[in-house]
């Protein structure tokens, strides 16, 4: 069928389903229904792209309606049968369940993700090859990491830990060929970070074994990480709500002093040699003027980005223009903006003229024509933003209109069904993460398993 007349197959089909609900002889469509959804369950394990068939959605529709469970326990809820009506109507492939389980807590109720990282964690185990991205997740409640199946994320509990972790980021920091975890916490009374060192064996699943970094008794919003002292260990930066601290890793023990005697409400951090002298500087996105902080063999000097003062709740960098300069490009809760610098001066603009509430941001190329993009995490819709080939940026939707309408907190690049171009990963308040697979700039975008 064509779209129009799937849309208006399902209209009807919805009608009737309605009308037959209350009748008794449904029980007998809806066990069919039962074996059909299991044959769906089954087909997807399998890792296959497919398209839902009439009878499919029809069976769908009758459990909706129902509230009967499928094989896994778990109900369709609302979202998620329009969802599969939009794939059907479209005739778009659906995957498979992207999270094994959900990121409830013990009562059901969903948690806040606040942040997301891709990296390889079992590159060195022997599992996972170089460019198979599995995902982490920082949350309100217990952090999860999702280990990467032909782009099926089964996810795990890090550790027993409920910190509140508002940033992770992903690294070798043990020295040990195997990327470990450090997360930024800022829960009342939980405000230690920590680092999870990977200590998985050999074909086995991942495991981590996780201690604070510090007691530092401040509220930690965002970390990187990057050699800061160029001893060959990855040392760790926070952006607090305070005073922001660097903490330099010798052999894996941390040693944390301030950034600078600024004291600011730091949102996001990022970490680059914008100066070129050979060592990483820093680049703190505020609530207020955004800092850049040169470090001159460790000791840093920061100065204000520009004279724009408002809300910044993330920050990336790379080189937008191709002239061979660090560019800035911050994730504001008004408009977001990038700072291209030429000659040591940055020059800030706006994106775009749209307004959108952003609360992170990522770099790469997008559409695969050799010019770093932007992604950019939103209330509602989130965007894409492609480089005019000089540091200009045009923005879009990145998933349409097939988002609910709930805040993305982070977001993460990679390459995750390994088809060439990088995909999307966001942290989400209030419901599962969401994944969004890239084709050269067109994204097709789910959410974890049904709940």
């Known amino acids: 069928?064509?779209?129009?007349?799937?849309?208006?197959?399902?209209?009807?089909?919805?009608?009737?389903?309605?009308?037959?609900?209350?009748?008794?002889?449904?029980?007998?469509?809806?066990?069919?229904?039962?074996?059909?959804?299991?044959?769906?369950?089954?087909?997807?394990?399998?890792?296959?792209?497919?398209?839902?068939?009439?009878?499919?959605?029809?069976?769908?529709?009758?459990?909706?309606?129902?509230?009967?469970?499928?094989?896994?326990?778990?109900?369709?809820?609302?979202?998620?049968?329009?969802?599969?009506?939009?794939?059907?109507?479209?005739?778009?492939?659906?995957?498979?369940?992207?999270?094994?389980?959900?990121?409830?807590?013990?009562?059901?109720?969903?948690?806040?993700?606040?942040?997301?990282?891709?990296?390889?964690?079992?590159?060195?185990?022997?599992?996972?090859?170089?460019?198979?991205?599995?995902?982490?997740?920082?949350?309100?409640?217990?952090?999860?990491?999702?280990?990467?199946?032909?782009?099926?994320?089964?996810?795990?509990?890090?550790?027993?830990?409920?910190?509140?972790?508002?940033?992770?980021?992903?690294?070798?920091?043990?020295?040990?060929?195997?990327?470990?975890?450090?997360?930024?916490?800022?829960?009342?009374?939980?405000?230690?970070?920590?680092?999870?060192?990977?200590?998985?064996?050999?074909?086995?699943?991942?495991a981590y074994t996780c201690s604070d970094i510090s007691s530092d008794a401040v509220r930690s919003n965002g970390v990187a990480l990057g050699d800061m002292d160029n001893n060959g260990s990855l040392d760790a930066v926070f952006a607090n709500s305070g005073q922001n601290h660097i903490c330099l890793n010798n052999a894996g023990v941390f040693t944390c002093s301030n950034v600078s005697e600024d004291d600011t409400d730091s949102n996001g951090v990022a970490l680059g040699d914008m100066d070129g002298n050979g060592f990483f500087d820093i680049v703190f996105a505020n609530s207020g003027k955004n800092r850049v902080c040169l470090n001159n063999e460790g000791v840093f000097t920061c100065s204000d980005v520009s004279a724009d003062e408002g809300v910044s709740n993330g920050v990336a960098l790379g080189d937008l223009d191709f002239n061979g300069d660090i560019d800035i490009v911050f994730a504001n809760s008004l408009k977001n903006q990038v700072c291209l610098k030429n000659d040591g001066v940055f020059d800030c603009t706006e994106i775009s003229t749209d307004e959108s509430l952003s609360f992170g941001v990522a770099l790469g190329d997008v559409n695969n024509n050799g010019f770093i993009d932007a992604v950019f995490s939103n209330l509602n819709e989130n965007t894409w933003c492609r480089n005019d080939d000089a540091g200009g940026l045009t923005c879009e939707k990145l998933n349409g209109d097939n988002k609910p309408l709930r805040q993305s907190n982070g977001v993460a690049l990679a390459d995750v069904d390994e088809n060439g171009s990088i995909d999307a990963a966001f942290a989400e308040s209030e419901t599962e993460p969401w994944l969004c697979f890239n084709t050269s700039g067109t994204f097709g975008c789910l959410s974890g398993d049904i709940n």
């Open 1 to 206: 069928m064509n779209q129009t007349i799937r849309y208006l197959f399902f209209t009807g089909l919805l009608t009737l389903a309605l009308f037959l609900a209350p009748f008794d002889f449904i029980s007998n469509a809806q066990s069919s229904a039962e074996q059909e959804a299991a044959e769906i369950a089954s087909s997807l394990d399998e890792n296959q792209n497919r398209v839902l068939d009439d009878a499919e959605i029809l069976n769908a529709i009758q459990m909706w309606i129902l509230g009967e469970a499928l094989p896994d326990g778990k109900t369709i809820d609302d979202v998620s049968i329009l969802s599969l009506v939009q794939i059907w109507i479209t005739g778009e492939s659906i995957r498979p369940p992207l999270m094994g389980d959900d990121f409830g807590d013990d009562e059901g109720e969903f948690i806040i993700v606040w942040g997301v990282a891709l990296g390889s964690l079992n590159y060195e185990n022997g599992i996972d090859d170089a460019t198979n991205f599995d995902a982490v997740f920082s949350t309100t409640g217990v952090n999860r990491v999702c280990p990467n199946g032909a782009a099926v994320l089964k996810c795990q509990d890090v550790s027993a830990d409920t910190n509140d972790s508002r940033g992770v980021a992903v690294g070798d920091v043990g020295g040990h060929s195997a990327l470990d975890l450090v997360f930024a916490n800022g829960g009342e009374g939980r405000f230690n970070n920590r680092v999870c060192l990977n200590t998985t064996e050999d074909l086995g699943a991942l």
